[in-house]
């Protein structure tokens, strides 16, 4: 695996404690190369994004949030029957755990990962959270590509190359919850099942009424 380490992009400075450091590891570890760039591609969106916002947020956990954003999509953490979203959260409370952090940086990280793929919730948490949604939207649609200066945009794609990332992405995803594509209903991923799989049929809310149990 072929990537870089700075120790800082675009005028941010990737976190270096135990905890950041030992994160990263896991990541190279179980992730890919291409997920890699991604995750930390979205540590200097989301920090950009608060010096813009000027939001205040804690470096260390936005970090931990990135990194283990999508880890759910491996083989290694990936649960038969969890939304990815929640396997990489898990993961990350348990890591988070096992440093001793208190309870309330536990639920921010997990909050973070756990909702980074339902828009219309993350935007209104905690920083961190709204800053892990805005950032993976703009790295994988675009969302807020303007905010960006074109040299912040070079930088930061030099350290963290894209590598085909609109070709690659969807059936990276996809790999990662085919064996469950029910876990995706209620967030952006079902688009992503209906994409790959050949008249997929999506859980639908108003079946769902329809079909209770209840008389009327």
């Given at each position: ?30 992730g ?77 990280v ?14 209104y ?18 969302r ?19 590598t ?53």
């Open positions: 695996m072929s990537i870089n380490k700075p120790k800082a992009v675009a005028g941010i400075k990737i976190p270096d404690s135990a905890i950041a450091g030992q994160a990263t590891e896991l990541l190279l570890e179980h890919t190369e291409f997920l890699y760039n991604h995750s930390l591609r979205t540590f200097v969106f989301a920090s950009l994004g608060a010096v813009n916002k000027k939001v205040q947020y804690d470096p260390e956990l936005l970090y931990v949030s990135s990194v283990f954003h999508d880890l759910g999509l491996t083989p290694h953490y990936s649960s038969p029957d969890k939304g990815f979203e929640i396997d990489g959260a898990n993961a990350a409370r348990d890591f988070l755990q096992s440093h001793g952090l208190p309870h309330q940086a536990l639920q921010l997990w909050d973070a990962i756990a909702l980074h793929t339902i828009p219309g919730v993350a935007p948490k905690e920083a961190e959270v709204a800053l892990l949604n805005y950032a993976v939207a703009l790295d994988v649609v675009g807020g590509y303007q905010d960006l200066s074109a040299q912040h945009r070079e930088d930061i794609v030099k350290q963290f190359p894209r085909g990332f609109k070709q690659q992405i969807i059936p990276t995803f996809f790999e990662g919850f085919k064996h469950k594509p029910g876990t995706t209903y209620g967030t952006i991923n079902a688009d992503i099942c209906a994409f790959m799989i050949p008249d997929y049929q999506r859980g639908n809310f108003c079946d769902a009424i329809l079909a209770s149990p209840w008389s009327e």
